[in-house]
Structures are given as structure tokens and as C-alpha cells.
């Protein structure tokens, strides 16, 4: 709908805008993340050929410059044959096979009648944005080059590191505690989501949560001292021009005043221009396990397909698997062909079995992780009992035999 409508979090009008994070999570091999990534890469996933495209370091993450993304996805779509890209606000469901993936900022008007259409109430999570800074702003005698343990996809030092003392760290947060926050525009009974927590709010849980969570320093040893220091903030890269740096982990409510002084409090960014500010919104889901089959169909009524984090999965690359597969299964609808579930053993399957099986009451989106995945058998257990890595490794092996296995007959 943009830009005729616009929403809290959106700045431009292209497809994919990355507004929270513009990290895709790990590469690293054997990992949750990167199997959930392998797994649409060998489904021809576009959207993660446009981040590759728009690659920036960052460890063994995949990163990206949002607006690179965000340019070659609207680019690709716009040359689509077949597609037509209309640019408004869609008020009532159309007829036919609809794919509805209005993501986590739906508009009143299109949230309404989604909830008169699965007859019942949306459920509702605070989601957060962290602050970006000029690179030109950042102070580089303080701030050092390095990934925890020296860890990158490249070997590179990928993160820029704004390491703290004790006091510097103690002051930080007694300020951080004492800055003012933004009225809510949500009600106040809406729970925030366990994984992008506000920093204000984790440093609200107690006086080391913050360097024990976002700004842990293991791993990193400051060049100027040569030892680990108390507590480190990490920027990461924004744009493949090296132009800005967010900072990892700072999403936040508060006041932008607030944010600029006391985010100036870290060494190497005392005097920081910020680009963006940190930010919470409202995000939209409907209580998947309640509604929804294991092919993303919505049960009282299987022409409507639903996809990405209003489907009721959270996070960049499970959006794209459930967008992916929503897009599959409908066109297999539409050949009259009855759509097959992804086998349980993948990652792309075992995402869809969560959102579709779990307990609905109290239903929270999940990131994918091996806990989603079904266990290995008792062979395999006792074969890896002492090797947390090689069990992950054979979770990896299954899965991606049973993907080939599947796509070899069509999905």
C-alpha cells in the first residue's frame, strides 16, 4: 500500500524494506538459521539471491544494505511476467485464491476484516527497531574492528566494538534508567517479544543484564588495554558503503532526545549523528495453531492462504520460507492440485508444523531452532550423545536428503 499508505516503521516505497534489523541471521554451517537459508536456497528462493546480492560483513551472519535489498527485490518483482504490482490499500479481501502476507504493520481497515474472516482476535506483540549512526561520526581511536573470537564467514573483523569500564557501564545504565520514553500508541497489557527486548527494558531486569545480553564483551579484547573490557556495545554495517553502523541489540521506546544523550554516553560515540533512532511498533499475527493447516491454508476457508510474520512466525528468513511456500501452495491450488506438506523432517517443515500445531492458548511466534525439528532416533542419539555438533550436523544431513527427496516429485 505504500507510499498512498503509510505505516509507523516504513520510510520508502519499495518492496522488502527491512525496518527492524538488517541481519538474516547465521551462516555459520550446521546451524538452525543456516538450514532453514540452505533449504530456500535449493527451492530457487529470489529473495535470498537479492541478499546475497546485497551482502555487507557482518561475522557469520548474513547482512545485508537494506536499501540495496530492498531495491533488487522491487526491481525483480516489477520485471515479473505475469505480475502487476498495484499500489493501494486493499480495505476488503478480494475473491479467489488470496495470499494474505500484510506483515506485522497491516492497516485497521485490512486487520478487520481479517479478523471478521477467521473469527477471532488478533493477537499483538511490541516489536522495536535499533538506532543507526553516520560512520563519519564514530569515533575510531575508542571503537576497534573485531568479531567475538575472531569469528566471520571471511575472516574479516566484521563489528565495530565500543568497549566499556565498570564505570562507564554503571553510568550508562543508571542513565539509560532514568531517560524518558515515548507514550505508548499499543495498549499497555501488549507483552513485548522475549527475543527484541527494548535495552531499557532489559536493564530494568537488573544492573549486569544488559553485559550479560546485548552487550556482552566475551570474545572480544580491546587493542588499547589488551584485555576483554567490562562490558562493549557492537555496531554493525549498514550499507555496502561502509556509510552507517546500527547499533546490535539497542532497539528501544525512548524519547529521541533521550536516545542521542545517553547513547553518546558510549565511548566511541560521543559525538554520533544518528541516522534513525530506535523505535517500537505494533505487530500484527493471527493465532496460527487456531486456524491454519500445515500448507498455511486457513481451515473454514482454504482459498486463503497466509504468509510471512502475520502468519505467526517471527523473524526475516521465516517469513521468506512461509512466503515461499504460501506462493507454491497456492499455485498448486490453482492448478486444482491438492498442496503437499513439506516433509517434517526439514526446517521448512517443522516451522510449518509449529505455527499450525501448537498450543494456541498463549500461542508467541518463533525464530527457527533445532527444538522445532523432530529428535533423532535412539541410534543417532547414543551415536552423538557427547557431541552437540555432530548431532546438529546429522539434523542437517536428514533434512536436506528429505528436501531432495520431496522436490524430486514436485511440491
Given at each position: 500500500?505504500?507510499?498512498?499508505?503509510?505505516?509507523?516503521?516504513?520510510?520508502?516505497?519499495?518492496?522488502?524494506?527491512?525496518?527492524c534489523?538488517?541481519?538474516?541471521?547465521?551462516?555459520?554451517?550446521?546451524?538452525?538459521?543456516?538450514?532453514?537459508?540452505?533449504?530456500?536456497?535449493?527451492m530457487g528462493?529470489?529473495?535470498?539471491?537479492?541478499?546475497?546480492?546485497?551482502?555487507?560483513?557482518?561475522?557469520?551472519?548474513?547482512t545485508?544494505?537494506?536499501?540495496?535489498?530492498?531495491?533488487?527485490?522491487?526491481?525483480?518483482?516489477?520485471?515479473?511476467?505475469?505480475?502487476?504490482?498495484?499500489?493501494?490499500?486493499?480495505?476488503?479481501?478480494?475473491s479467489?485464491?488470496v495470499?494474505?502476507?500484510?506483515g506485522?504493520?497491516?492497516s485497521?481497515?485490512?486487520?478487520?476484516?481479517?479478523?471478521?474472516?477467521?473469527?477471532?482476535g488478533?493477537?499483538?506483540?511490541?516489536d522495536?527497531?535499533?538506532?543507526?549512526?553516520?560512520?563519519?561520526?564514530?569515533?575510531?581511536?575508542?571503537a576497534?574492528?573485531?568479531?567475538?573470537?575472531?569469528?566471520?564467514?571471511?575472516s574479516?573483523?566484521?563489528?565495530?566494538?565500543?568497549?566499556?569500564?565498570k564505570?562507564?557501564?554503571?553510568?550508562?545504565?543508571?542513565?539509560?534508567?532514568?531517560?524518558?520514553?515515548?507514550?505508548?500508541?499499543?495498549?499497555?497489557?501488549?507483552?513485548?517479544f522475549?527475543?527484541?527486548l527494548p535495552?531499557?527494558?532489559?536493564?530494568?531486569?537488573?544492573?549486569?543484564?544488559?553485559?550479560?545480553g546485548?552487550?556482552?564483551?566475551?570474545?572480544?579484547?580491546?587493542?588499547?588495554?589488551?584485555?576483554?573490557?567490562?562490558?562493549?556495545?557492537?555496531?554493525?554495517?549498514?550499507?555496502?558503503?561502509?556509510?552507517?553502523?546500527?547499533?546490535?541489540?539497542?532497539?528501544?521506546?525512548l524519547?529521541y532526545?533521550?536516545q542521542?544523550r545517553?547513547?553518546?554516553?558510549?565511548?566511541?560515540?560521543?559525538?554520533?549523528?544518528?541516522?534513525?533512532?530506535?523505535?517500537?511498533?505494533?505487530?500484527?499475527?493471527?493465532n496460527?495453531?487456531?486456524l491454519?493447516d500445515?500448507?498455511?491454508?486457513?481451515?473454514?476457508?482454504?482459498r486463503?492462504?497466509?504468509?510471512?510474520q502475520?502468519?505467526?512466525?517471527e523473524?526475516y528468513?521465516e517469513?521468506?520460507?512461509?512466503?515461499l511456500?504460501?506462493?507454491?501452495?497456492?499455485?498448486?491450488?490453482?492448478?486444482?492440485e491438492?498442496?503437499?506438506?513439506?516433509?517434517?523432517?526439514?526446517?521448512?517443515?517443522?516451522?510449518?508444523?509449529?505455527?499450525?500445531?501448537?498450543?494456541?492458548?498463549?500461542?508467541q511466534p518463533a525464530?527457527?531452532?533445532?527444538?522445532?525439528?523432530?529428535?533423532?532416533?535412539?541410534?543417532?542419539?547414543?551415536?552423538?550423545?557427547?557431541?552437540?555438533?555432530?548431532?546438529?550436523?546429522?539434523?542437517?544431513?536428514?533434512?536436506?536428503e528429505?528436501?531432495?527427496e520431496h522436490?524430486?516429485v514436485?511440491?
Amino acid at each position: 500500500m505504500r507510499p498512498i499508505q503509510t505505516t509507523p516503521a516504513h520510510q520508502t516505497d519499495r518492496l522488502a524494506e527491512l525496518v527492524c534489523s538488517n541481519s538474516l541471521k547465521s551462516e555459520s554451517r550446521n546451524t538452525a538459521p543456516w538450514l532453514l537459508k540452505e533449504e530456500l536456497r535449493r527451492m530457487g528462493s529470489v529473495l535470498l539471491q537479492a541478499a546475497q546480492a546485497a551482502r555487507v560483513p557482518g561475522g557469520q551472519a548474513l547482512t545485508v544494505d537494506r536499501e540495496a535489498f530492498s531495491g533488487e527485490v522491487t526491481r525483480t518483482v516489477a520485471a515479473l511476467p505475469g505480475v502487476e504490482i498495484r499500489r493501494e490499500e486493499v480495505r476488503t479481501l478480494p475473491s479467489g485464491i488470496v495470499i494474505i502476507a500484510s506483515g506485522p504493520l497491516t492497516s485497521d481497515p485490512l486487520a478487520g476484516e481479517i479478523a471478521r474472516l477467521t473469527g477471532a482476535g488478533h493477537l499483538y506483540f511490541h516489536d522495536s527497531i535499533s538506532p543507526i549512526v553516520d560512520a563519519e561520526t564514530i569515533d575510531y581511536s575508542i571503537a576497534f574492528r573485531a568479531s567475538r573470537y575472531g569469528k566471520s564467514i571471511d575472516s574479516t573483523d566484521d563489528y565495530l566494538n565500543c568497549p566499556m569500564d565498570k564505570r562507564q557501564y554503571e553510568t550508562f545504565v543508571e542513565a539509560l534508567l532514568e531517560a524518558r520514553s515515548h507514550t505508548p500508541h499499543i495498549p499497555g497489557d501488549i507483552p513485548y517479544f522475549e527475543a527484541c527486548l527494548p535495552v531499557e527494558e532489559i536493564a530494568r531486569r537488573g544492573p549486569d543484564t544488559l553485559r550479560f545480553g546485548p552487550m556482552k564483551p566475551v570474545g572480544l579484547i580491546d587493542p588499547r588495554t589488551g584485555k576483554r573490557p567490562f562490558a562493549a556495545v557492537q555496531l554493525r554495517q549498514e550499507t555496502q558503503r561502509a556509510s552507517s553502523y546500527n547499533l546490535v541489540g539497542f532497539q528501544n521506546y525512548l524519547k529521541y532526545p533521550d536516545q542521542k544523550r545517553v547513547f553518546r554516553l558510549i565511548p566511541g560515540l560521543e559525538n554520533a549523528e544518528f541516522l534513525r533512532y530506535g523505535q517500537i511498533h505494533r505487530n500484527t499475527y493471527i493465532n496460527a495453531p487456531a486456524l491454519l493447516d500445515p500448507t498455511l491454508r486457513l481451515r473454514a476457508a482454504m482459498r486463503f492462504f497466509f504468509a510471512g510474520q502475520i502468519s505467526g512466525v517471527e523473524g526475516y528468513v521465516e517469513s521468506i520460507a512461509t512466503g515461499l511456500l504460501a506462493g507454491r501452495w497456492a499455485a498448486a491450488a490453482a492448478r486444482g492440485e491438492e498442496p503437499r506438506p513439506m516433509p517434517r523432517e526439514t526446517a521448512l517443515g517443522s516451522l510449518c508444523h509449529y505455527i499450525s500445531h501448537a498450543e494456541p492458548h498463549g500461542y508467541q511466534p518463533a525464530n527457527i531452532t533445532f527444538d522445532l525439528l523432530p529428535k533423532l532416533d535412539e541410534e543417532s542419539l547414543r551415536r552423538f550423545r557427547h557431541d552437540k555438533k555432530a548431532r546438529h550436523a546429522e539434523v542437517c544431513r536428514m533434512a536436506l536428503e528429505k528436501l531432495e527427496e520431496h522436490l524430486g516429485v514436485g511440491v
